[in-house]
């Protein structure tokens, strides 16, 4: 918060100055359940007052508050982004690396951080250090910024750079670098994946910078001569970081869903519309904002699992092998494996994992009927047939709005929940 906005009296939700505990804003925030704190943007009056009179101790609040943070945002919870097996110390960076190769279908994929993040591998102590490879045996361990090399160059220029086949993003954090990831490719890549892959890198450089401060948290923690000016600058750097991964967090899920779109060879962005669709149905039904944002996450990603999958099968006229079938049948599934070890998106997988069900009880992957299915699975389903039938694919036109109703109305009751479909159609007018 600005000077001038303290002199005003005025705090960051609006309240006066009066209220606050040694007029710091974020006692706001801090003093209510902090799994309400990314999303609560006012505070009413009565509750500012509360706050100010039931803390009393502030040095004892701040380490209360910073503590729950460490708990809450530890290097566990903020870097599970994609399925990997194991959290063992660096192999997560390897199954990472191979990830990136898998959906990009790329050559090889090497992941490289910066020395103080590294050293414990690196006896040779390169600035840069390879941490995971989709390859095995590598010969090189890392490479030194003063080198030629197109790694160093991305690292040292906080860019994406492409040269020789390689494709080397930079991962940073305002001005704190963490590493390079690099992408070998005998073929362009495209865009949305040099995108996704971006917004993988500020994933990884944000968690690491938090995990750092949490890192320096905890040792100002255990110090008895830390007051409370100490504790208060700590956990403003904390809260910003957190607010970045939340940024970066909802970035990642977009770049994801337009890379699922472009691997399906979607001439739209089919996630998107899909999202956009699930997020007027719900407000056709009333729903809340919490669970209205869950559903529009869930239509965003609701495609997830053929990220996974190789572009081929996409690009036919859609007579596909048995085999390849059978891959793309169970694109949920590999999609729901995934999402489990993003713990940001958990709360959408029930949404996913039960869009294939029909109300009629005919569905997968466990036969539900009627009310028993999750409502944002129903809602989902919905949005997604209506959003395919009426876009473009590579093997056919899209639909007419008109006839994809009548559709969809024919099959009311059978696969598509009547009240979702009914919103459905209000949206439409």
């Given at each position: 918060?600005?000077d ?33 704190f ?8 009565d ?19 910073l ?6 945002y ?13 959290k ?35 006896t ?38 492409t040269k020789?086949?390689v ?7 305002n ?33 690491m910078?938090?995990q ?38 909802q ?7 337009h ?54 099968i ?11 079938l ?7 599934n ?10 940001f ?8 994992n ?10 997968e ?11 944002g ?34 099959e ?18």
């Amino acid at each position: 918060m600005k000077d001038k906005d303290v002199k005003s009296g005025v705090s960051l939700f609006g309240q006066s100055e009066e209220y606050l505990l040694d007029n710091d804003p974020l006692e706001e925030i801090f003093a209510l359940n902090l799994g309400d704190f990314i999303s609560e943007h006012l505070i009413s009056e009565d509750l500012a007052k509360k706050i100010s009179s039931n803390v009393k101790d502030k040095k004892e609040s701040l380490k209360n508050q910073l503590n729950e943070l460490i708990s809450i945002y530890s290097l566990n919870n903020t870097l599970c982004v994609l399925n990997f097996e194991t959290k063992e110390d660096y192999a997560i960076y390897t199954s990472i690396a191979h990830s990136i190769k898998q959906m990009l279908e790329v050559e090889n994929c090497n992941i490289y951080f910066s020395y103080e993040y590294a050293k414990a591998v690196d006896t040779e102590e390169h600035d840069l250090v390879l941490v995971g490879s989709s390859l095995e045996n590598l010969k090189h361990k890392g490479y030194n910024l003063d080198d030629n090399s197109i790694i160093s160059a991305s690292f040292n220029e906080q860019d994406t750079i492409t040269k020789d086949n390689v494709t080397a993003v930079s991962m940073h954090c305002n001005s704190r670098n963490v590493g390079v990831i690099a992408i070998e490719s005998e073929k362009e890549i495209p865009e949305e994946y040099i995108t996704l892959v971006e917004s993988i890198s500020s994933l990884f450089a944000t968690s690491m910078t938090l995990q750092g401060e949490i890192d320096y948290a905890t040792k100002v923690l255990a110090d008895t001569h830390s007051n409370a000016g100490d504790l208060q600058h700590i956990r403003a750097e904390i809260t910003a970081l957190i607010g970045d991964l939340c940024d970066y967090q909802q970035n990642f899920v977009v770049q994801l869903a337009h890379a699922v779109d472009a691997k399906g060879q979607y001439t739209v962005s089919h996630s998107q519309n899909t999202a956009n669709l699930a997020r007027q149905i719900c407000k056709a039904m009333g729903l809340n904002e919490k669970t209205t944002d869950l559903i529009y996450y869930a239509g965003l990603l609701q495609n997830i699992g053929k990220i996974m999958l190789p572009e081929k099968i996409f690009a036919t006229n859609g007579k596909l092998s048995p085999e390849d079938l059978k891959k793309v049948q169970n694109h949920s599934n590999i999609g729901v494996n995934l999402l489990m070890n993003i713990n940001f998106l958990s709360e959408v997988v029930p949404y996913i994992n039960y869009q294939k069900e029909r109300v009629d009880g005919s569905g997968e992957p466990e036969g539900l009927k009627g009310q028993s299915i999750p409502l944002g699975s129903r809602i989902i389903a919905v949005a997604d047939a209506y959003s395919a039938m009426t876009s473009d694919r590579p093997y056919r036109k899209a639909m007419p709005k008109e006839k994809a109703l009548s559709i969809m109305k024919e099959e009311t009751g059978k696969k598509w929940d009547t009240d979702v479909v009914n919103a459905l159609f209000e949206t439409q007018k």
